[in-house]
């Protein structure tokens, strides 16, 4: 008796049956790439204190069967980014997973020995923060970069992420850098076209933009320790290029814990057509967004 219970135990714990909640933990990690126990908890478990408890316990399951790569990310308390091995996502794709998984080995670089994230990897990390608190909080259907990126690869300007609700879609925009000139420039008009419902960009399948978010990290530095003030500079620059027709916008301040957002709050700011003030530049007129 004592073997046959050993025995069963042992198949629960090396097999992966499609439709429990480890299942599903792989096929999240394969649609957004990366993630952290963090954030697939709050995915899977939307609101429940112990969402983070879960999605370890389904990763040391996953792990197990090698199916994902604990890769750590550097930093205190950034945690592990789980990828999808190549014995992951070929269970995946042996179960029709569309579209079809790929193995996340290559994402980083070893140097040295040493394992190394790609350059983007704190911008993606808060991407999905601010995707997955939408989605608990509101609701929302989500969509990152990468997977925008599948479904349009053409496309000139894609937004950080993307949120369907009931009315449409809201352009994610995730600031964590000083841009300035041409960048700074092209993520503002797409950010406001994207508000006023007016995006060149359409999705297949997914409803038209007609709202837009910003993204800014709350206490930001720059690399001599002064504080950057990103909603201000943005408010700044939008009212000095001017916006053809009335335009609001929702600031979303990050707030952090380690690496991760762990909580936003939201500011709608409102633009109004307005004439330029003397001294702007007739070059910043022109640009009229």
């Given amino acids: 008796m004592r073997r046959l219970l050993i025995g069963r135990l042992h198949k629960i714990l090396h097999t992966l049956e499609p439709e429990e909640h480890a299942a599903h933990a792989l096929r999240l990690i394969a649609d957004f790439s990366w993630l952290r126990a963090q954030e697939l908890g709050r995915y899977m478990h939307p609101n429940n204190p112990h969402a983070r408890k879960y999605a370890e316990k389904y990763l040391r399951k996953l792990q197990a069967l090698r199916y994902v790569i604990a890769r750590k990310l550097p930093g205190r308390h950034a945690g592990a980014a789980f990828v999808l091995s190549q014995r992951g996502a070929t269970w995946l794709n042996e179960r029709g997973h569309a579209p079809a998984a790929r193995a996340g080995t290559r994402y980083g670089e070893i140097r040295h020995g040493t394992w190394r994230p790609p350059g983007s990897w704190k911008h993606d990390l808060w991407s999905i923060g601010v995707l997955f608190l939408l989605r608990e909080q509101r609701g929302f259907d989500v969509w990152t970069e990468s997977q925008l990126r599948q479904l349009e690869p053409n496309v000139d300007k894609h937004p950080d992420g993307l949120l369907v609700g009931a009315s449409g879609c809201t352009w994610l925009e995730v600031e964590n850098a000083r841009k300035t000139g041409k960048n700074r420039m092209h993520m503002l008009q ?23 978010i910003i993204a800014v990290p709350a206490d930001a530095k720059d690399l001599h320790g002064r504080k950057i003030h990103h909603e201000e500079n943005i408010t700044r620059q939008i009212a000095t290029i001017g916006v053809k027709a009335k335009t609001t916008i929702v600031f979303c301040t990050m707030h952090f814990r380690g690496a991760g957002v762990e909580k936003i709050t939201l500011k709608p700011v409102t633009f109004l057509p307005q004439t330029p003030t003397p001294g702007s530049g007739a070059d910043l007129h022109s640009s009229t967004v």
């Fill in 190 to 212: 797409a950010v406001m076209l994207a508000a006023r419902s007016t995006a060149s960009v359409h999705y297949p399948n997914l409803p038209a933009f007609c709202a837009a």
